[in-house]
């Protein structure tokens, strides 16, 4: 097969005979869903964060681990992880080109967004169930 | 699958290149754009704050106390008023893109309110909800 250098297609893609654009919106498209879920809760998620405000540890922890409250911090966590999760993998595809360190930067975005993710889901899980 | 064809003289590794932000004259709406990742990479690094004061409160009142000290500091409140901007801006800038999804605001007075509206809302949430925090605690 002649290599066309003005080509925009990856190697990949020419081999496979597919277009750049198949699953490709899949992202963008999770991006504008998740951002519709945003809006209602991180409203929510800075009114809990004002009723925090000046607590002791004990109402603190009444607060976080009532059913609304929790709740709501529960969808704004997992909606928030995934859409930064997203969000800094364009970054990173926009400006990381190095190999290497582009592999690398991506798994340390998905691995900071599950851990981020699952810290706080469990955090939260406790004080619900303490 | 078609390809772009980018026709003779322009062959060997010369692809096309978009103009770039040391071209482009500043403008208000390309601070937005900025502005927009800018705050989305601050509140990525952000969440660290949340997984910190839920993981205290989860742990006990010694590790709250710790965070809650932190929280409660200068450098603490100033990240934290920081991040309400960070917060907001985002927000609206999220708005901001759900308008053009929808196919309205690309006119250049559309744009300007919309990058003006952006920054002002900001602003004016970030400093609202920080005059409730105050009469809270």
Same mark, same amino acid.
């Given at each position: 097969?002649?290599?066309?250098?003005?080509?925009?297609?990856?190697?990949?893609?020419?081999?496979?005979?597919?277009?750049?654009?198949?699953?490709?919106?899949?992202?963008?498209?999770?991006?504008?869903?998740?951002?519709?879920?945003?809006?209602?809760? #991180?409203?929510?998620?800075?009114? &809990?964060?004002?009723?925090? =405000?000046?607590? %002791? !540890?004990?109402? @603190?922890?009444?607060?976080?681990?009532?059913?609304?409250?929790?709740?709501?911090?529960?969808?704004?966590?997992?909606? #928030?992880?995934?859409?930064?999760? &997203?969000?800094?993998?364009? =970054?990173?595809? %926009? !400006?990381?080109? @190095?190999?290497?360190?582009?592999?690398?930067?991506?798994?340390?975005?998905?691995?900071?967004?599950?851990?981020?993710?699952?810290?706080?889901?469990?955090?939260?899980?406790?004080?619900?169930?303490? | 699958?078609?390809?772009?064809?980018?026709?003779?003289?322009?062959?060997?590794?010369?692809?096309?290149?978009?103009?770039?932000?040391?071209?482009?004259?500043?403008?208000?709406?390309?601070?937005?754009?900025?502005?927009?990742?800018?705050?989305?990479?601050?509140?990525?690094?952000?969440?660290?704050?949340?997984?910190?004061?839920?993981?205290?409160?989860?742990?006990?009142?010694?590790?709250?106390?710790?965070?809650?000290?932190?929280?409660?500091?200068?450098?603490?409140?100033?990240?934290?008023?920081?991040?309400?901007?960070?917060?907001?801006?985002?927000?609206?800038?999220?708005?901001?893109?759900?308008?053009?999804?929808?196919?309205?605001?690309?006119?250049?007075?559309?744009?300007?309110?919309?990058?003006?509206?952006?920054?002002?809302?900001?602003?004016?949430?970030?400093?609202?909800?920080?005059?409730?925090?105050?009469?809270?605690?």
């Amino acid at each position: 097969m002649r290599h066309d250098p003005s080509s925009m297609r990856t190697a990949a893609s020419r081999v496979r005979f597919l277009g750049s654009a198949r699953s490709g919106t899949a992202e963008t498209w999770h991006m504008r869903v998740t951002s519709v879920a945003l809006v209602p809760l #991180s409203i929510a998620f800075v009114f &809990i964060v004002l009723s925090l =405000i000046g607590k %002791d !540890y004990e109402s @603190a922890v009444a607060t976080l681990g009532s059913p609304i409250p929790a709740i709501l911090m529960l969808l704004f966590i997992l909606a #928030s992880v995934y859409h930064m999760k &997203i969000g800094m993998q364009s =970054i990173i595809d %926009d !400006y990381v080109h @190095a190999p290497h360190v582009k592999d690398w930067a991506l798994l340390g975005n998905l691995f900071f967004s599950f851990a981020i993710g699952l810290a706080c889901v469990y955090a939260v899980l406790k004080l619900s169930f303490m | 699958m078609a390809e772009i064809n980018l026709g003779p003289g322009r062959v060997g590794n010369q692809r096309p290149l978009s103009p770039h932000l040391q071209i482009y004259r500043p403008m208000l709406t390309m601070m937005m754009s900025i502005a927009h990742r800018i705050t989305g990479a601050a509140l990525y690094f952000g969440t660290l704050l949340l997984a910190w004061y839920l993981i205290a409160a989860a742990a006990g009142p010694d590790a709250f106390a710790t965070a809650s000290h932190f929280f409660n500091s200068i450098l603490g409140k100033l990240i934290l008023l920081g991040f309400t901007w960070a917060l907001f801006h985002h927000f609206l800038g999220g708005i901001r893109h759900w308008i053009w999804d929808a196919g309205h605001g690309f006119d250049p007075a559309g744009r300007e309110l919309l990058a003006q509206a952006t920054l002002v809302g900001g602003l004016v949430l970030t400093i609202l909800v920080w005059i409730a925090a105050c009469f809270v605690g």
